[in-house]
């Protein structure tokens, strides 16, 4: 396999690019959940605080904005006018249909047949056609390829080409911005575009950042790739249903070899512990996905050092209301700080 990096010349730009069409997302930032982290680590981290990235207020309620409009941008006129077609449990699917109602390109998206509901309807809300088919992920990539051939639309990747990837490290340029010193950076995973976009803005700046993905149990695509050396196929079952890829890509494989300093793997309530923490102390709400890298940091399962400056990307917010009781439920329960 050829190595695919996307330089940090495309991630500057990219960044520019977005300018006046995303939003600048704050840096929050959380002394309680610093206090935990102490409980469970045993590290006293930097200004007794844990940072965290509040991409769940973005455009659309993901970081997704970024990385759909910035791929949009590139299309060629052709492209634009034929349309374009994209794979999705909801949150690409989302952004995808709003780049491409700022931008005039039809977008249609394919979903699982049991996708939320909430993030169906604001897929088609934004103006693209959604087709809903199989019961898993993988069986959606499959009536997505037949579609694109059908109809000679493009293929808009959610996280495997180089412009989504690009504008998602975007994300690690205002990490930088509002943090110049971290020290460490985490970041969920469901294909990796996030997470070594992110990875390659901050460590091609500041070399000695350490940047964790965070992946569930059974949705871990990326960590079997990294392992096998090749893309592997998968299933994926978790809650976290923004982090359920089928496979990584060769972009994110050769990415996340290079940049990420390693993936943690959370089961399910340890990850909704997070989004019940982030609601209960943050007053913040968050998706399972959106939650997971918060969870790995309170849960003591990301390495940390005494002093270490932390930040935790909050990806999204797109939470299924009518799962809340149940997620808030059955998390797991967490140290008193």
Known sequence: MNERIVPLAS????????????QRT??????????????TTGASIADGRLYAKAEHLQTTG????????????ALTPGQRERGVITLSAGNAGQAYAWAGREAGVPVTVTMPAAAVRTKVDACIGYGAEVVLHGSNIGETWDRLVQLRDERGLTLVHPFDDPDVIAGGGS?????????????????PVGGGGLAVGVAAALK?????????????????ALTLAIKSGEIVRIDPVSVADGLGAPFAGEWTLAMGRRYLDDIVLLDDPTILGGLRFAAERMKQVLEPAGAAALAAVLYGKVPLRDGDRVCVVLSGGNVNLARLEEFLATASPLPTA
């Not at 929050?28 to 102490?38: D, G, H, K, L, W």
């Not at 340029?173 to 460490?184: G, K, N, Q």
């Open 26 to 39: 704050p840096t929050m930032a959380s002394s309680t959940a610093a206090r935990v982290i102490e409980t």
């Open 62 to 73: 993901s970081f997704k904005p970024r990385a759909t409009f910035t791929r949009i941008a």
């Open 171 to 187: 994300i690690g340029c205002e990490i930088l911005e509002d943090l110049p010193d971290v020290h460490v950076v985490v970041v």
């Open 11 to 22: 991630i500057v730009a990219a960044r520019a690019g977005l300018a006046g069409h995303v």
């Open 204 to 220: 091609e700046q500041r070399p000695s950042v350490r940047v964790y993905g965070v992946e569930p149990e059974r949705s871990n």
